[in-house]
């Protein structure tokens, strides 16, 4: 059996930008559980008042851990000082799991001059700090920190190090790539040398980063060289360049190796899961993500798309349904009509193959001008509407102004009028904003309000991009906006010279695609 031990909420928390509160960790580690995964390394009780107060409330019945163990993470005893006397020692055990989970170290360069001691007593903090929580009752691993770094410098004491952790009556012990600088030639290598000196009844586990970019590759190789537990984060995060992706690691060993690790009905949930992870962290998951990104099982051109409508396989490396995933069809100037009609299946449309000659003809014609409708789904729906000769818009533009004043006090106010018809009744709305297009919206919520009903529709992004950057201030400019009803998030695009006209456009299509399932 492989473990599949999630250290996310320790060792991701260290990446550049992310600072959870512990309302946050929990959240994050219920998403985690809902995986099936084996272990959540959940932080450094005593560290820090955090994680302290994080592993307080889950020992007080916070959240529920369905599938996963906890784990306390910590280091061996200080130089000099009996591991009952260590205080961070002591944290853990008040911690309250089953489980803890030592670093120490096994390059004797960071036993000379990072801890400043001797290479026996590096060897003895080990021994010693393992027997104490084992005599506790816990069941402890080792992190052998820098292992292929020290095996590589001296690699009799590396195995020195695993040894005594293993007699002193430890679960298993982890090589840890810490510096990421492993290629996966190496770990293959290295992990098979040590797997007959930790024997078959203990576990032999892996902890890479990705600074060369090999950190799922080496996770994986280690695993084929007989590693059986596996130490990785929801998405990679990390320091530096980040961990071992568990959202690539995982699928690959489940779907691409067939390894029994978690139940297959748990791993549906992988891709919800990656996002609601990134979404608490405030991170933007990267739309080309493996297995559960947006582009993951995306298909952009005409000879993809006329395969995939004859076999899904065919341009796919897997269902993507799988991981929770699903195939997209993108429309673009690449696109045939394939595209246009499995786009428009996609969507629930009824399209003939005359209307998606129309629609194609168009959006080649959209894009030739700047427009993108690879993201602006509710854009393209409205576009293949209009094409099929549906009337979509509650109300027809008269005209809309804006006007943006800087004051004497320094500061700015846009504001803006807009008339429309709604059912031939005349509106007009005058309303400031942070900027015109923000006064822009205000200004139509104000003239439409008592008539439309957009109290659910909120703006949630606004991405602005300079299509010929040559052309200065005359470039021609796309926006895309983002917004919810609360029941669906879609995305609507406009193109013009004039970015507050540009930015009309996509408010139009905002409020019109809303409109469709008030």
Known sequence: MIELYDTTLRDGTQQEGISLTVADKLAVAQIIDSLGFTWIEGGWPGANPKDTEFFAA??????????????????????????????????????????????????????????????????????????????????????????????????????????????????????????????????????????????????????????????VANSLLAIDAGANHVQATMNGIGERTGNANMCSILPNLAIKQGLDVVDRDLLQHLTLSAHQVAEIMNLNLSSKAPWVGGSAFAHKAGLHASALQKNPDLYQHTDPGLVGNQLRMLVSELAGRSNVLMKGDELGLDMNKETANKVLARVKDLEHKGYSFEAADASFELLVRRENGEQIGPFELESWRTLVEHREDGKVVAEATIKVHVNGERLIGTAEGNGPVDALDHAFRVAVGQRIDLSHLALTDYKVRIIDPASATQAITRVSIDATDGAREFTTVGVGTNIIEASWQALVDTYEFHHLAS
């Open 58 to 215: 889950v020992a007080n019945g916070d959240i529920q851990l369905n599938h996963a163990g906890l784990v306390a993470f910590g280091m061996t005893r200080r130089p000099g000082i009996q591991a009952a006397n260590d205080d961070l020692l002591n944290a853990l055990l008040e911690a309250k799991t089953e489980a803890i989970t030592l670093v120490g170290k096994s390059d004797i360069k960071h036993v000379i001059e990072a801890i400043g001691t001797t290479a026996q007593e590096n060897i003895d903090m080990v021994a010693s700090s393992v027997a104490y929580l084992v005599g506790e009752g816990r069941r402890v691993l080792l992190d052998a920190e820098h292992f292929f770094d020290g095996y590589h410098r001296d690699r009799e004491y590396a195995l020195d190090v695993l040894s005594a952790a293993i007699e002193a009556g430890a679960a298993g012990v982890v090589l840890c790539d810490t510096n990421g600088g492993s290629l996966p030639t190496e770990i293959d290598a290295i992990v098979k040398d040590v797997r007959p000196l930790v024997g078959d009844d203990r576990i032999l586990g892996i902890h890479a980063h990705d600074d060369t970019g090999c950190a």
